[in-house]
T-cell receptor, first 116, second 114 residues
Framework: NAGVMQNPRHLVRRRGQEARLRCSPM?????VYWYRQLPEEGLKFMVY????????ESGMPKERFSAEFPKEGPSILRIQQVVRGDSAAYFC??????????????FGNGTRLTVT | QKEVEQNSGPLSVPEGAIASLNCTYS??????FFWYRQYSGKSPELIMS????GDKEDGRFTAQLNEASQYVSLLIRDSQPSDSATYLC??????????????FGAGTRLAVHP
């Protein structure tokens, strides 16, 4: 029973390059959340997606960042023209539904992005 | 005011003692409350959830929720060195679009010394 799968675990990019982070939700889950964690800080909400739809992207920077969750395949968080300040751990979580229930989120192992 | 606030610590307790971790939240429409444990370099791991006023116990862990005071706490009895980690308080907010969003505090570092 695979949990939330994220890859790569570690990603090193030079300033100006693009970073692509992938998240495969748990089986049967169609809702994906992305969070960013800077060193010594808590998790900051970035974006919430359902299949083929962005529901809430209020935590995602307007420029250089984009996210998608296609009908087939994993969710992708894309960061264009990375800068050193993008260095962080990016966590993905999934859930089976969006409604007002008590389902906690379970997180993947994260992708640690380092921008040199 | 931040939506979810925690004392960053570190909170240092001796082995065998009770560790008390506190969290306050600012939004009255919060509906679910969680405590996650995060070891350095690892992903958050859910350890407790609480959905109504009062106490909830699970092994050495007790979560306490006081909705009137907008306060949630985590007690760890018989603290062990392996409990040394950062504890993240998280609150679910329900939005008018029918979805919820989990908001985290900055975390409290706990150090249990032998």
């Amino acid at each position: 029973n695979a949990g939330v799968m994220q890859n790569p675990r570690h990603l090193v990019r030079r300033r100006g390059q693009e970073a692509r982070l992938r998240c495969s939700p748990m089986k049967g889950h169609s809702h994906v959340y992305w969070y960013r964690q800077l060193p010594e800080e808590g998790l900051k909400f970035m974006v919430y997606l359902q299949k083929e739809n962005i529901i809430d992207e209020s935590g995602m920077p307007k420029e250089r960042f984009s996210a998608e969750f296609p009908k087939e395949g994993p969710s992708i968080l894309r960061i264009q023209q990375v800068v050193r300040g993008d260095s962080a751990a990016y966590f993905c979580a999934s859930s089976p539904r969006a409604g007002a229930d008590h389902s906690p989120l379970h997180f993947g192992n994260g992708t640690r992005l380092t921008v040199t | 005011q931040k939506e979810v606030e925690q004392n960053s610590g570190p909170l240092s307790v001796p082995e065998g003692a009770i560790a008390s971790l506190n969290c306050t939240y600012s939004d009255r429409v919060s509906q679910s409350f969680f405590w996650y444990r995060q070891y350095s370099g690892k992903s958050p791991e859910l350890i407790m959830s609480i959905y109504s006023n009062g106490d909830k116990e699970d092994g050495r862990f007790t979560a306490q929720l006081n909705e009137a005071s907008q306060y949630v706490s985590l007690l760890i009895r018989d603290s062990q060195p392996s409990d040394s980690a950062t504890y993240l308080c998280a609150v679910t907010l329900l939005f008018s679009g029918g979805y919820n969003k989990l908001i985290f505090g900055a975390g409290t570092r706990l150090a249990v010394h032998p």
